[in-house]
Nanobody
Framework: QVQLVESGGGLVQAGDSLRLSCAAS????????MGWFRQAPGKERAFAAA????????NYADSVKGRFTISRDNAKNTVYLQMNSLKPEDTAVYYC????????????????WGQGTQVTVSS
């Protein structure tokens, strides 16, 4: 059974940095991509970044490109989201998710989800 557990959220000021972690267990070879999504109050869940579980290829939403970096440590079964130059509009609950599909940004194509971690950026 796949389990995803996020950590690292918190309250920061604009311009600060945070690193989110997603610890995965029960991941099988059929799983392809780990993604980070975020959901702000009153808005739909939105894609932020994704990384190939095996090859390390990445892709980013335009809104975070150049500020966020996704990486993975396969030995620890953990994926990270380094968030720099945070803005108030980055405030959201951040979720990690796992899919069997390659490079997808569609939330409905992700099979497993973590419980989310709150990131709040004050101005």
């Amino acid at each position: 059974q796949v389990q995803l557990v996020e950590s690292g959220g918190g309250l920061v000021q604009a311009g600060d940095s945070l690193r989110l972690s997603c610890a995965a267990s029960g991941v099988t070879a059929s799983m392809s991509t780990m993604g980070w999504f975020r959901q702000a109050p009153g808005k739909e869940r939105a894609f932020a970044a994704a990384i190939s579980w095996s090859g390390g290829g990445t892709n980013y939403a335009d809104s975070v490109k150049g500020r966020f970096t996704i990486s993975r440590d396969n030995a620890k079964n953990t994926v990270y989201l380094q968030m720099n130059s945070l803005k108030p509009e980055d405030t959201a609950v951040y979720y990690c998710a796992l899919t069997r599909w390659a490079s997808t940004r569609a939330a409905n194509e992700y099979d497993y989800w973590g419980q989310g971690t709150q990131v709040t950026v004050s101005s």
